[in-house]
């Protein structure tokens, strides 16, 4: 393990170190800033059946920065390795190809969390500045941050695939953006075709990320969305450490 946590320091230090991770940070924050401003300014003086923290985590800002984000995040993680050579040493180092996958892959979670620790502060600077609670319970909170992580792992091992997949970085982007994208609108599907069956309508809904976010930010907690990206983490970082043996034997 201890070979596994020194590899995770590595890849966490490379976040960190690397000038991209704080464009990435610094367009997220913008970008959510902007939302969380243009809620607050459409809700102003109006009556509304939906609380502050609903409004941001349910808004087509939030879910355009959302979606981005990953390709950016994922895209040099194996990609820049095979292409600058560095992954040769990695690969014949006393460390296991599962540990090299685990790690970058919880390289990559640890900055994603990062990133979201600052839209805490809108909530807490609204709450101080109205004296009005920003969401209907702890419980509301709960929920929206415990989607984003779910997801968050979900997308981010498709990232890592798409960057196994390929030396060039921009291909390694544009394959976890078409991916992602496409699994998102997915479940947008139940929106927009309205003469689908009931149980077309249901199992569409289950796989739909802002249905699911609408649901967990109310507070209402769910235990499908947590078997289901869990689960589908699991398998997409399954794939990529079969992708990383087939390349580390080519090599």
Same mark, same amino acid.
């Given at each position: 393990?201890r070979?596994?946590?020194?590899?995770l +320091?590595r890849?966490?230090? #490379?976040?960190f170190y #690397?000038p991209? $991770?704080?464009?990435?940070?610094v367009?997220f924050?913008v970008v959510s800033g $902007?939302d969380?401003? %243009?809620q607050?300014s459409?809700?102003?003086?109006?009556?509304?059946g939906?609380s502050v923290q609903?409004?941001?985590f349910?808004s087509?800002?939030?879910?355009?920065a959302?979606?981005?984000?990953f390709p %950016?995040?994922?895209?040099?993680?194996?990609a820049e390795?095979?292409? %600058?050579g560095t992954?040769?040493p990695?690969?014949?180092?006393?460390v296991?190809?599962w540990?090299?996958v685990?790690?970058k892959?919880?390289? $990559?979670?640890v900055?994603?969390?990062?990133i979201?620790?600052?839209t805490?502060?809108?909530f807490a600077i609204?709450q101080?500045? *109205?004296?009005?609670?920003?969401a209907n319970? %702890? @419980?509301a909170y709960f929920g929206?941050?415990l989607?984003?992580f779910?997801l +968050?792992?979900f997308?981010?091992s =498709?990232?890592?695939l798409a960057?196994v997949?390929t030396?060039?970085?921009i291909v390694?982007?544009?394959?976890?953006?078409?991916? =992602?994208t496409?699994?998102?609108?997915? @479940?947008?599907?139940s929106? =927009?075709?309205?003469?689908?069956?009931?149980? *077309?309508?249901?199992?569409?809904?289950y796989?739909?990320a802002i249905?699911?976010?609408?649901?967990?930010?109310r507070g209402?907690i769910d *235990?499908?969305?947590?078997v289901?990206?869990? #689960?589908m983490?699991i398998?997409?970082?399954?794939? *990529?450490?079969?992708?990383?043996q #087939?390349r580390?034997?080519?090599?």
């Amino acid at each position: 393990m201890r070979k596994f946590f020194t590899l995770l +320091g590595r890849e966490v230090r #490379s976040y960190f170190y #690397s000038p991209i $991770a704080y464009v990435v940070l610094v367009f997220f924050l913008v970008v959510s800033g $902007a939302d969380f401003y %243009l809620q607050l300014s459409f809700m102003n003086g109006k009556p509304v059946g939906y609380s502050v923290q609903e409004a941001f985590f349910n808004s087509v800002f939030f879910w355009f920065a959302f979606v981005l984000i990953f390709p %950016l995040i994922t895209m040099r993680l194996f990609a820049e390795e095979f292409k %600058l050579g560095t992954i040769e040493p990695l690969m014949t180092a006393p460390v296991r190809d599962w540990q090299v996958v685990l790690s970058k892959f919880f390289g $990559a979670l640890v900055f994603y969390v990062t990133i979201w620790i600052p839209t805490v502060l809108y909530f807490a600077i609204f709450q101080w500045v *109205t004296k009005q609670p920003a969401a209907n319970s %702890l @419980g509301a909170y709960f929920g929206a941050y415990l989607m984003l992580f779910l997801l +968050g792992m979900f997308y981010l091992s =498709i990232g890592c695939l798409a960057s196994v997949l390929t030396k060039n970085q921009i291909v390694a982007a544009i394959i976890s953006f078409c991916a =992602i994208t496409l699994l998102f609108f997915l @479940g947008l599907v139940s929106f =927009i075709l309205l003469d689908v069956s009931s149980t *077309t309508r249901q199992l569409l809904g289950y796989f739909s990320a802002i249905e699911q976010m609408g649901t967990l930010s109310r507070g209402e907690i769910d *235990t499908r969305p947590m078997v289901l990206y869990t #689960s589908m983490t699991i398998v997409m970082l399954f794939l *990529t450490h079969q992708v990383f043996q #087939s390349r580390k034997w080519r090599l």
